[in-house]
């Protein structure tokens, strides 16, 4: 469950910072694409927000009988339907929210391995494949567009490590 502190700014306002944050970008690589090019093949699911918001990425607040990978595990698992394999984490952002808290979140790439038909959240959220760049276009939120900038360059070095790697 996330949870909420307060703290003191220096005009001696109490803010609302919302701990713990954890999220995940869902992706796979397109197996019918034309390209040659990996990268072009990659696409990434994002969901609606519930606010009406535009497109973003699952994030949510954590158990605290769970890691922060299985934070964001889950929550892949009930916004967006999907499972897979959790990376090392891409980073953290701190970034105020409509109502001015402050937020942390987390981030990982969540590498999909199964599409589920029927999901908890599926009637309150919309999903939708789409390339790196529909992506960047639709999520109005900088800070994940930075996590994501931050998984296509992860994802770049190891195809090109695995190409010269294959090479030599």
């Not at 803010?15 to 713990?20: K, N, P, Q, T």
């Not at 093949?41 to 607040?61: H, R």
């Not at 109502?99 to 790439?109: D, G, K, R, W, Y």
């Amino acid at each position: 469950m996330s949870r909420t502190t307060f703290v003191l700014t220096q005009r001696s306002t109490p803010v609302a910072v919302a701990e713990g944050q954890f999220g995940c970008i869902p992706y796979k690589f397109d197996v019918n694409c034309s390209s040659n090019d990996l990268l072009h093949s990659l696409e990434v699911l994002v969901i609606s927000s519930q606010k009406g918001y535009g497109m973003m990425f699952p994030k949510g607040g954590w158990e605290s009988d769970e890691t922060v990978k299985q934070a964001a595990s889950r929550e892949a698992l009930e916004e967006a339907g999907v499972q897979g394999n959790v990376e090392r984490r891409l980073g953290k952002w701190k970034y105020k929210s409509s109502t001015q808290a402050i937020n942390e979140s987390v981030m990982f790439p969540l590498k999909v391995t199964e599409e589920l038909v029927h999901w908890p959240e599926m009637s309150a959220r919309q999903r939708k494949w789409v390339s790196v760049e529909e992506a960047r276009e639709g999520c109005k939120h900088p800070w994940m567009r930075e996590a994501l900038d931050r998984l296509v360059r992860r994802l770049s070095s190891l195809i090109r490590h695995r190409k010269s790697a294959t090479v030599a």
